[in-house]
C-alpha cells in the first residue's frame, strides 16, 4: 500500500472510531497525521526492540487532542493492536481523548490535556539526558494555539539557554493561534528565542522527514503547516467539527471524500 493510500486509511479508520467512542477532535487529528507518521517511520530512533533503553529517542505529544491520530500510528507500526483501538473513548479503555501515560508502559511519556505543558516537560528530559550523557533525541508536537501558553516561551528561553540541541519542537500550524492573537510570526520569534527554525508543508511526509532528520546545533523548531481536517472536505470546510463525532448517517459521505481527496 502507498503512503497516499495508507493515510486514507488511517483517516478512515479514525473516522470510524470516533463514531464508536462518540468523541475525538477529528480535525485535529487529520491535521498532524503525516507529521506523526514521519516520526515514527525513520523520523525517530525508535523501535519496538531499543524503546525501553536509554539510548532511544523519545517523544511527548504536548498537543493532546491528537491522541487518536498517535493511536492509530502506533496501531499500525504494531505498538498497540488494531483491535483494541475499538474501544477509544470506552469506559475503562486505555485509549482515550487525550494520551495517557499511566495506561501504557513507556509507550506514552506524558499524559496530556492541559495545553502548554507537554513541551516544557520535554524541555526537561532534554536537559536530564544531558546531564545523563544520554544519546537520544526529544520529539514534542505542539499546536500552534498552545503558543499563547507563557509556559511554552519561558520553556523555549531555557532550552536556549542551555543550548538543548537534543530537542526538536514540532508545530502542528493549522492556523488556530491567529484565531486568538494577530500579528503572530512564529518563525521570527522562534529564531529571537534562540531556536533553528525549519519551515515545511505539515502534510508532505517526505519534507517532515528531511527536516527531522536534520541537527542544527541547537534547540530546533519545525513549523508544519496544516490545515484542519485535512484529507476530508467537510471536516476541513465546516468549522463545527472543531470537537464533534460522526454519526452513523455521516459515515458514507465522509467515507467518500477521504477516498476522492
Not at 33 to 38: F, K, M, P, S
Not at 164 to 174: E, Q
Request: proline content about 2%; overall charge negative; glycine content about 8%.
Amino acid at each position: 500500500m502507498s503512503e497516499i493510500d495508507t493515510m486514507k486509511s488511517l483517516r478512515k479508520e479514525m473516522i470510524t472510531l470516533s463514531n464508536l467512542g462518540r468523541d475525538g477532535n477529528l480535525q485535529s487529528c487529520f491535521s498532524s497525521l503525516e507529521i506523526l507518521w514521519a516520526l515514527y517511520h525513520g523520523g525517530m530512533n525508535y523501535t519496538c526492540k531499543n524503546r525501553m533503553g536509554k539510548e532511544h529517542d523519545r517523544f511527548v505529544l504536548s498537543k493532546g487532542q491528537s491522541n487518536l491520530a498517535l493511536m492509530v500510528v502506533l496501531a499500525e507500526c504494531g505498538y498497540i493492536g488494531h483491535d483494541e483501538l475499538k474501544d477509544f473513548c470506552k469506559l475503562d479503555s486505555r485509549i482515550s481523548m487525550q494520551a495517557d501515560r499511566t495506561k501504557f508502559d513507556g509507550l506514552i511519556e506524558c499524559s496530556a490535556g492541559s495545553l502548554g505543558h507537554g513541551f516544557p516537560i520535554s524541555v526537561g528530559m532534554a536537559f536530564a539526558a544531558k546531564i545523563c550523557n544520554f544519546p537520544g533525541h526529544v520529539y514534542t508536537l505542539v499546536g500552534d494555539g498552545e503558543m499563547s501558553e507563557g509556559t511554552m516561551w519561558e520553556a523555549m528561553l531555557f532550552a536556549a539557554s542551555e543550548n538543548l540541541d537534543n530537542i526538536t519542537m514540532i508545530v502542528d500550524d493549522n492556523n488556530s493561534v491567529s484565531k486568538m492573537i494577530s500579528g503572530m510570526n512564529l518563525s521570527e520569534k522562534l529564531s529571537a528565542f534562540g531556536f533553528a527554525v525549519e519551515n515545511v508543508n505539515g502534510h508532505n511526509i517526505t519534507e517532515i522527514s528531511s527536516a527531522l532528520k536534520r541537527k542544527n546545533g541547537k534547540p530546533t523548531a519545525i513549523i508544519a503547516k496544516t490545515i484542519r481536517g485535512y484529507g476530508c472536505k467537510t471536516l476541513m470546510e465546516d468549522p463545527s467539527w472543531f470537537h464533534r463525532f460522526p454519526s452513523r448517517d455521516e459515515l458514507p459521505r465522509l467515507y467518500k471524500e477521504v477516498d476522492e481527496f
